[in-house]
């Protein structure tokens, strides 16, 4: 069994910046693509960026692209959402999810972490 944990959210104003982080562990297991989704009251989750863990190469939702890098760091099993220029549009709830490979879905999840921004 994986387990995702999902840090670092908060309640910034706009304009701010935030760092999430999300730490894979488990006994044994592969990461083919970890990334960040984010669901906001009353409206469906939503992809926001995702990193290959062979490569690094990474997607960004038009919504975030120039604001936020994710990253990673191989050594943790760890993959980190830095985001810039905060708007209120950003509050939601994030959620970090893995692929174990090319030929599998999202099939681990973590729990959330709320970002508020206020205005």
């Known amino acids: 069994q994986v387990q995702l944990v999902e840090s670092g959210g908060g309640s910034v104003p706009a304009g701010g910046s935030l760092r999430l982080s999300c730490a894979a562990s488990?006994?044994?297991?592969?990461?083919?693509?970890m990334s960040w989704f984010r669901q906001a009251s009353g409206k469906e989750r939503e992809f926001v960026s995702s990193i290959n863990w062979s490569g690094a190469g990474t997607v960004y939702a038009d919504s975030v692209r120039g604001r936020f890098t994710i990253s990673r760091d191989i050594t943790k099993n760890t993959i980190y959402l830095q985001m810039n220029r905060l708007t209120p549009e950003d509050t939601a709830v994030y959620y970090c999810?893995?692929?174990?490979?090319?030929?599998?879905?999202?099939?681990?999840w973590g729990q959330g972490t709320q970002v508020t921004v206020s205005s």
């Open positions: 999810a893995l692929r174990p490979s090319a030929y599998a879905g999202y099939q681990y």
């Open positions: 488990g006994r044994t297991f592969t990461i083919y693509m």
